[in-house]
């Protein structure tokens, strides 16, 4: 049991840490820095490389490389990814679906989500072929193979998304809306009216516009 808690303890400790402040010099958090860093320099550029093996034939190479993209980025969904879109996301999609602000994030988790199952799938099978029962086994997984990297591009793209509208301000959510207020006490309508002339029904000024809200 105390064995068990100090495991507990360290894992609290890694959830707290990837709380704090990152490292590129904006708003994120040292998890979203370490993610995006992680998908931008690492993950992405071996998704490329681990296709081309599989283009190449190189099978054993492919399956080594998408193993390790695959563990990685379990890594990263449930030690930062999750606690922030269980935190900041989920609490507030429900109210504002419209807005992107939460809704690239969501779609991000939804997209991510389905392609890690996917490539999960990929990796125990590749790994596994012979001990799988014969009706787990797709017999034309390449389409697969291609619809897993399709999610993985698209929920990289949507995460630099999304780390651009809530870090760098791409999208400010706190952006004030500009109102118009309309004129209650007639003190225009009355000046415009004084500064009509009536001569010999010789309207002067022959037209006459109204801005919005001051009726």
């Known amino acids: 049991t105390t064995e068990a808690e100090k495991h507990l303890l360290d894992d609290m400790e890694v959830l707290v840490a ?33 296709f081309r093996y599989a283009r190449r034939k190189k099978f ?15 890594v990263l969904i449930l030690v930062i990814m999750s606690v922030s879109y269980r935190e900041q996301v989920a609490p507030a999609l429900a109210d504002e679906f419209d807005d992107l602000y939460f809704l690239t994030p969501g779609v991000h988790a939804l997209l991510g989500f389905g392609g890690q199952v996917l490539a999960t799938y990929l ?14 086994l797709i017999k034309n997984f390449k389409p697969v193979m291609r619809l897993t990297l399709i999610l993985w591009f698209a929920t990289a793209l949507l995460g630099i998304a999304a780390y651009s509208f809530w870090y ?24 415009m009216v004084e500064q009509i002339d009536i001569d010999s029904f010789d309207f002067q000024p022959g037209e006459i516009t109204i801005a919005m809200g001051t009726t």
């Open 168 to 191: 760098l301000g791409v999208l400010d959510k706190d952006d004030p809306v500009e109102e118009v207020s309309p004129v209650t006490d007639g003190s225009s309508m009355e000046t």
């Open 18 to 50: 990837m709380k704090e402040s990152g490292f590129l010099g904006t708003d994120a958090t040292l998890g979203a820095d370490i993610a995006l860093l992680a998908y931008l320099f690492m993950l992405i550029p071996l998704m490329v490389i681990g």
């Open 123 to 136: 990796v125990i099978r590749m790994w596994f072929e012979k001990q799988l029962p014969s009706g787990l």
């Open 60 to 74: 054993q190479n492919h399956k080594m490389v998408m193993t390790f993209v695959t563990l990685f980025n379990w």
